[in-house]
């Protein structure tokens, strides 16, 4: 099944700075990788996603890269402010068991912005 | 996240108690997923159900857990004889029909119920 690897576990920046973080995975089959946002005490958030027919796609302060033939994808978030804090998630969708497609998630990078 | 309706949002039970978690979908999705979420990790698949049918339950512990989307009313993920290791959050989310080609589910999640057993 699908594997996908999520680094760093935790990341600290300047406000205003920009933050990466990088995610892998294993089922070359996997064709839709979405990125959540999860505050503390909620529900994981949808903030961008992309499909296996385009290498990069961008919205506003966040940017998200991907790279089929490596089998890795990245989050970008320029000019982060202090509500950019969170969990960010990091999924990749494939196919399980019988033909039923699913996420499998990243372990989470807890995103610090430090005023 | 507030579209998809997760109840109760925290459950306290005792070892060996039932816990019944409910989850109403967005308006017009058709499928419902399941999510664990143990303290400081990520999501972990159990389940994915449509109305009446339960579609990959892969993620599910094969003992004390069954899911259920029944043609009226939410799906309740109930797990039997709970135990300490049972303690985490449970995440439902909710997506619209596959569009054929698509490839992918965009999925919905709510808050979440979280359940501390002692």
């Known amino acids: 099944g699908e594997n996908v690897e999520q680094h760093p576990s935790t990341l600290s920046v300047q406000e205003g700075d920009s933050a990466v973080i990088k995610c892998t995975y294993s089922?070359?089959?996997?064709?839709?990788f979405p990125w959540y946002k999860q505050e503390l005490g909620k529900g994981p958030q949808l903030i961008i996603d992309?499909?296996?027919?385009?290498g990069e796609k961008k919205d506003q302060r966040i940017a998200v890269t991907l790279n089929k033939t490596a089998k890795h994808f990245s989050l970008h978030i320029t000019e982060t402010q202090p509500e950019d804090s969170a969990v960010y998630f990091c999924?990749?969708?494939?196919?399980?068991?019988?033909?039923?497609?699913?996420?499998?998630f990243g372990s989470g990078t807890q995103l610090t912005v430090l005023p | 996240n507030a579209d998809v309706m997760q109840n109760p949002r925290h459950l306290v039970r005792r070892r060996g108690q039932e816990a019944r978690l409910r989850c109403s979908p967005m308006?017009?999705?058709?499928?419902v997923y399941w999510y664990r979420q143990l303290p400081e990790e990520g999501l972990k698949f159990m389940v994915y159900?449509?109305?009446?049918?339960?579609?990959?339950e892969s993620g599910m512990p094969k003992e004390r857990f069954s899911a259920e989307f029944p043609k009226e009313g939410p799906s309740i993920l109930r797990i039997q004889q709970v135990v300490r290791g049972d303690s985490a959050a449970y995440f439902c989310?909710?997506?619209?029909?596959?569009?054929?080609?698509?490839?992918?589910?965009?999925?919905?999640f709510g808050a979440g119920s979280r359940l501390t057993v002692l």
């Open positions: 308006k017009g999705h058709s499928h």
């Open positions: 989310a909710s997506s619209p029909l596959e569009a054929r080609g698509s490839g992918a589910n965009v999925l919905t």
């Open positions: 159900l449509q109305k009446e049918n339960i579609i990959d």
């Open positions: 992309i499909r296996s027919n385009v």
């Open positions: 089922d070359s089959a996997s064709n839709y």
């Open positions: 999924a990749a969708s494939s196919r399980r068991s019988g033909s039923a497609r699913q996420l499998t």
